[in-house]
């Protein structure tokens, strides 16, 4: 599940930019996890505890 939602991230990113919610409730997977994997990346992220919001500028090099 994790490496799904990573793929989506990343495909989306080539795209623009763009925010994306996600809210772990409605996933099994790991919110430690995705989020270090993201932030490895260069992903700009906001985690309140229900909701992680990534972000993603054009110009940023994550890839």
Same mark, same amino acid.
């Given at each position: 599940?994790?490496? &799904? %939602?990573? =793929?989506? %991230?990343? =495909?989306?990113?080539? /795209?623009?930019?763009? #925010?994306?919610? +996600? /809210?772990? &409730? #409605?996933?099994? +997977? @790991? ?10 990346? !260069?992903?700009? %992220?906001?985690? &309140?505890? @229900?909701?992680? +919001?990534?972000?993603?500028?054009? !110009?940023?090099? @994550?890839?």
């Amino acid at each position: 599940m994790l490496e &799904n %939602i990573y =793929n989506k %991230i990343t =495909n989306s990113a080539k /795209r623009g930019a763009w #925010d994306l919610y +996600i /809210r772990f &409730n #409605d996933y099994d +997977i @790991h919110k430690s996890a995705l989020k270090t994997c993201l932030l490895s990346k !260069g992903f700009d %992220i906001y985690d &309140n505890g @229900h909701c992680m +919001i990534v972000s993603w500028l054009p !110009g940023k090099s @994550h890839f």
